[in-house]
């Protein structure tokens, strides 16, 4: 399984290229700006992108799929449930004094636990990781979590944005993604990587 990181758009979303080396299928996981980059390694790589896949609703995970909708529409995978951001972009933006000319972007599915999904010959598995917002998905391929903003390392994604549960969030955490092999690679939505062995050993936030 191929993994590149790239950390986009102005508040440095990890968005993530994953694909099937040997099908060449891709998908981006949240995609917070770069298209023009990552679309360019895409095609260096042989890979054909399928689709993008949302951890989440919020602005800075979505703003490059703008700069995608004006010249390709590869589907948009999200919860429905986090619609409520992406209807808000405009007063978002403004909130976080983000100058920025997109207004809307357009999502093309709802998927939720049950839909199935796939990168090439791997699985998709999502899990509903509610807390940061109502909506929250983790997506687990070829054992390796990419978890949006529900968990950081050492950390927790902010709940006082609306629609946030810390209760909800905690939650999450402790029954969908602690249950996870120990040595399961998590793949988070800002700064760095982590294990879940390392989180349930050394993140306080989660007791
Ligand atoms: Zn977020």
């Not at 980059?37 to 992108?49: S, T």
């Not at 976080?96 to 999904?117: A, M, P, Q």
């Not at 609306?162 to 800002?190: C, D, M, Q, R």
């Amino acid at each position: 399984m191929f993994i590149k990181r790239y950390i986009t758009g102005p508040i440095e979303v990890n968005t993530y290229l994953v694909a099937d080396e040997e099908t060449k299928d891709a998908i981006i996981i949240d995609l917070g700006g770069s298209w023009d980059e990552i679309k360019r390694d895409a095609g260096n790589l042989g890979f054909k992108i399928n689709y993008i896949l949302l951890t989440h609703g919020h602005f800075d995970h979505i703003l490059g799929i703008a700069q995608m909708q004006k010249t390709e529409n590869i589907p948009v995978l999200m919860n429905e449930k986090d619609m409520v951001y992406i209807e808000n972009l405009p007063l978002m933006l403004s909130h976080f004094r983000i100058n920025s000319d997109v207004t809307s972007i357009k999502v093309d599915k709802f998927i939720d636990e049950t839909s199935e999904l796939k990168v090439g010959n791997y699985p998709v598995k999502i899990l509903s990781t509610p807390g940061h917002t109502p909506g929250g998905q983790s997506y687990i391929i070829d054992g390796n979590l990419f978890c949006g903003d529900s968990l950081f390392r050492h950390s927790v994604g902010r709940t006082d944005l609306k629609g946030g549960s810390h209760a909800e969030l905690i939650n999450s955490i402790k029954t969908k993604l602690f249950i996870l092999p120990p040595s399961t690679p998590v793949y988070p939505g800002h700064v760095d990587f982590t294990t879940i062995e390392d989180e349930i050993e050394n993140n306080i936030f989660v007791r």
